[in-house]
């Protein structure tokens, strides 16, 4: 698994046809939840597994303010 892969399976998800198809927070919960599981195998040292987290925070997209109409 390379940095590489991770890029293509973004833009994968840009053309998912899920349940919640097209929504950035679909996106950024599955990248967050690879993201988590990369640190722990980064951590658990794994023989096989990547020597650093492949995806940091600054990785995942951009939370959108969904709220932002009914605060006003």
């Known amino acids: 698994m390379t940095c590489d892969h991770l890029f ?3 833009e994968w998800l840009n053309s998912w046809k899920g349940m919640h198809s ?3 927070l679909t996106k950024r919960w599955n990248l967050s939840t690879l993201s988590a599981f990369f640190r722990d195998v980064t ?5 096989d597994g990547p020597l650093y ?7 995942l997209p951009k ?7 009914t605060c006003d």
């Open 8 to 10: 293509e399976f973004a």
């Open 53 to 59: 987290p492949l995806l940091a925070a600054g990785d």
């Open 22 to 24: 097209g929504q950035l």
């Open 43 to 47: 951590m658990w040292e794994w023989d």
């Open 63 to 69: 939370c959108l303010n969904v709220f932002h109409a």
